[in-house]
């Protein structure tokens, strides 16, 4: 069985390895196409919104870029179970009616000496929301070009009067399959590794449209003309790629072992192999440190931790992280396992703000001597220095046998922070030697 499963990795690693997309083209693309390429304008208002694509591509690419690749990256790994076991001390195997470990928390125990664990999990990220907005009602206003340059309001010439909406539309996916081993190396010390094979898509229809006294006059879409003018523009993009996302080592050292409270150290970290290019990874090295606490109390453990994530990549904060919970026996070999988990954002000079200010003030002279003003806000995802997330998870695990469990997870979002699942799914198994 150990010779299949690795032989499933292996050939998912070669057919993976040359799906490549270039994920991160696709909003760039939608940006350039909308406010250029598409854009049909009478001589000198031809060039008039080329300052708005080059700021899109300088902020809004790589901020929504950014966004992906981090949550992607930072797929999470259920703890290491050395599985079921057995008591031989009356001559014959009496099964030990302990919990069967957390999910997504660690446990402060270790495999033992010479043991192995080896197995896969599943779990699909549907990326639907950001700060409370679904990913599919995202819009960014842009404005046009201040011809005068005077640091004045939008409208000391009537032309400047004129915006654009871009609603983006945007549905983000990633299924990712871990396949992972761990050895204990001694009684205390298990040295662990997981190889992510990723599919991350992209899809959607973005809709440009034009608002203003010359949308349609002096700005128009291709296929427009000034009697029949086109002031909406349509781009429907699905990209996806696929690969090995970034690799995890991880390295745990259980330093107190006793009747009550268990502590151990993990460190886990996640190295640059997967293609940033195709949001498989973020290009950086980034490690965890993490303090767990167990405590037996006969069929209920509940647990402790308290990591922190150093996470070097651009727009992607460190983050203070926690696990609080408990796993519990409901039955022989099957065990209920429920968390609180927190990822707390420590530098607030990394969170994402796609526009250096929030709204613009345009001045309509149009009826002089009658002025009216509007304010524009550039996008309707809200500002925020942090981007925290809190979710519950609660899981299963099952013993079908003193070597394999098999386990099922989910864990829901309790607030609105960040690029999110409202549900992420988690299925796996384990082998234990």
Do not use: C
């Not at 909308?34 to 901020?63: C, K, S, W």
């Not at 290019?277 to 290009?283: I, K, R």
């Not at 999110?420 to 384990?430: D, E, I, K, L, Y």
């Amino acid at each position: 069985m150990n010779k299949r499963l690795w032989l499933v990795v292996f050939s998912l690693l070669l057919v993976t390895s040359s799906a490549r997309a270039q994920l991160d083209r696709v909003f760039g693309s939608i940006f350039d196409r909308v406010l250029g390429q598409d854009l049909q304008l009478i001589g000198e208002h031809g060039t008039h919104f080329r300052e708005a694509a080059a700021q899109a591509n300088r902020v809004l690419t790589p901020g929504l870029n950014a966004l992906i690749a981090s949550n992607v990256s930072s797929f999470p790994l259920t703890s290491t179970i050395a599985g079921a076991t057995y008591d031989l001390s009356s001559g014959r195997p009496v099964k030990i009616t302990e919990s069967l470990g957390p999910i997504f928390a660690e446990t402060a125990s270790t495999l033992g000496k010479s043991k192995i664990n080896v197995g896969f999990e599943y779990t699909h990220l549907s990326l639907e929301k950001f700060r409370g907005l679904r990913t599919q009602d995202l819009r960014f206003t842009f404005t046009h070009l201040d011809l005068k340059k005077d640091g004045k309001p939008l409208g000391d010439d009537i032309v400047e009067l004129d915006v654009m909406d871009v609603n983006l539309d945007l549905d983000a996916n990633a299924n990712i399959f871990a396949f992972f081993a761990t050895f204990g190396v001694t009684n205390n010390l298990d040295v662990g590794v997981a190889i992510p094979v990723i599919t991350t898509s992209l899809s959607g229809e973005a809709t440009a449209t034009l608002r203003g006294p010359f949308a349609g006059v002096l700005h128009t879409f291709r296929g427009g003309t000034t009697n029949s003018p086109n002031l909406v523009d349509r781009i429907p993009y699905d990209e996806s790629a696929s690969g090995i996302g970034d690799i995890a080592v991880r390295v745990k050292y259980n330093f107190v072992r006793g009747a009550g409270m268990n502590l151990a150290a993990l460190v886990d970290v996640r190295l640059p192999t997967g293609d940033e290019a195709d949001f498989l990874g973020t290009g950086e090295t980034s490690t965890r440190l993490s303090l767990i606490a167990t405590q037996k109390i006969a069929q209920f453990t509940p647990h402790l931790n308290i990591g922190y994530d150093l996470r070097p990549a651009a727009l992607d904060s460190d983050e203070l992280e926690f696990a609080l919970g408990f796993d519990q026996k409901m039955a022989e070999g099957v065990t209920f396992a429920v968390d609180f988990l927190g990822e707390v954002d420590i530098n607030s000079d990394e969170a994402i703000t796609f526009f250096p200010q929030e709204t613009v003030t345009i001045v309509d002279k149009t009826n002089a001597p009658v002025v009216t003003q509007r304010t524009e806000r550039l996008t309707n995802i809200l500002t925020r220095d942090n981007d925290n997330i809190f979710n519950a998870s609660f899981g299963l695990r099952v013993a079908a046998s003193e070597k394999l469990l098999l386990l099922g997870n989910v864990v829901v979002s309790l607030n609105d922070g960040g690029l999110r699942s409202n549900v992420v799914p988690t299925f796996g198994a384990t082998v234990s030697f």
